[in-house]
């Protein structure tokens, strides 16, 4: 266990968005034959010496092992050419070997979602989906029950159908004990986004689940998106600096979206996580809205709460643990909205320890505070029991 964790043994870690690296066959073995050579998968390529993930049969990620290069230099984690699937970080791959890395870290509990199985919103045929994210659950499922107090499993669900995703998320967390589902913020293959009314009977579904929506963006442009806009006008220099933007972008819009079209007012008792887009834009995005709605006040009658009372009620953000904002945005909005996640065992975990730079990052707030971005309000969001 770590010194920085020692030293603060009374307060509970949760990392509140983690990873995990799947079977590179796992949905090749799973789904139906005749989506076999159209599902998500990781293939070895011979001359660039790269491990690639294909959907339909293309490129989709050119280098797959980023998806492990925690901890690596930088040299590595731009070029991880030689990096074998198998050969990437244990914890990522084995759960024995995650909770130790979790020991290490002085992390008491890690809330799992996937890395290839971001992918799966790119799947077109709904009943593929639905199968694809049954495999998954299923797979995390038993990853997560060789040690259940310390690892919580997020389950996948085929928005391409509402009515598929339903019945997955029932399952999910009624047989599997899921403690969330997970949902790109962009539009699903067919062009829909998060807001539209079709997923209405998902979002009573969840809610009266009593778990999170969860809102975890993804890199790749086989949907619409801000990667899929941006991607083609930068060329290579994507790679370099598109995360900090289009995840941004892709949160912020669903966000924005959920809480102006009445999303959020239909359904009280929905809990929404926002992830992977840090913490410290909070505050200017609620600053901007709320200007805004009172702007174009007669087009907003059927809200009943301002935006941040909203977000108070039912949205928690996650930061990073590098996130040097997390104290203003703390100072504006309260604590009680705030996680951090540390998204191993990818490639933008640089240090040695993801706590060690948490903790740096939070000095100077009280106790009371750091307990609860620490632990208490993810143990809060999943529905955690303590």
Known sequence: ????????????????????????????????????????????????????ALVYGKVVQRMAANNGMANQPPEVRMHPRGWR?????????????????????????????????????????????????????????DYCSVAPDRLVGVAAIPVQDP???????????????????????????????????????????????????????????????ASQVYKPRWGDQFFYVGKPIHFLIDDMMALYMLLGTG????????????????????????????????????????????PREYIQRQVWVSFDPDETTIRSAINDMGAERMMWASDYPHMDIMDSSVTQALWKNLEGLGESEKSLVLGENALQAYGIER
């Open 163 to 225: 009515d598929l995703a339903v019945v997955e998320a029932r399952r999910a967390v009624e047989k599997l004990g899921m403690r969330g589902v997970f949902v790109r913020p962009v539009a699903t293959p067919d062009g829909r986004m998060l807001h539209d009314p079709t997923f209405y009977p998902l979002w009573e579904t969840i809610e009266g689940l009593g778990v999170p929506v969860c809102m975890h963006p993804s890199g790749t442009t086989e949907v619409f998106g």
């Open 263 to 306: 999303v959020l007012e239909t359904f009280p008792k929905l809990k929404v996580l926002v992830l992977e887009s840090g913490g410290g834009w909070l505050p200017f995005f609620i600053g901007k809205i709320e200007h805004w709605l009172e702007v174009v006040q007669w087009q907003v009658r059927h809200l009943s709460l301002t």
């Open 1 to 52: 266990m770590s010194t920085s964790a020692d030293a603060n043994s009374k307060v509970r870690l949760v990392d509140a968005d983690g990873h995990v690296l799947e079977p590179r066959n796992l949905w090749v073995d799973s789904v139906p034959k005749k989506y076999r050579e159209d599902t998500i998968r990781v293939v070895w390529n011979d001359e660039l010496e790269l491990e690639q």
């Open 85 to 141: 699937w198998e050969d990437l970080p244990a914890p990522g791959l084995d759960p024995k070997a995650r909770v130790a890395e979790l020991d290490r870290e002085g992390i008491d509990i890690a809330v799992l979602y996937p890395s290839l199985g971001l992918l799966l919103g790119a799947i077109k045929e709904p009943d593929h989906a639905a199968a694809a994210c049954a495999a998954y659950n299923d797979w995390l499922a």
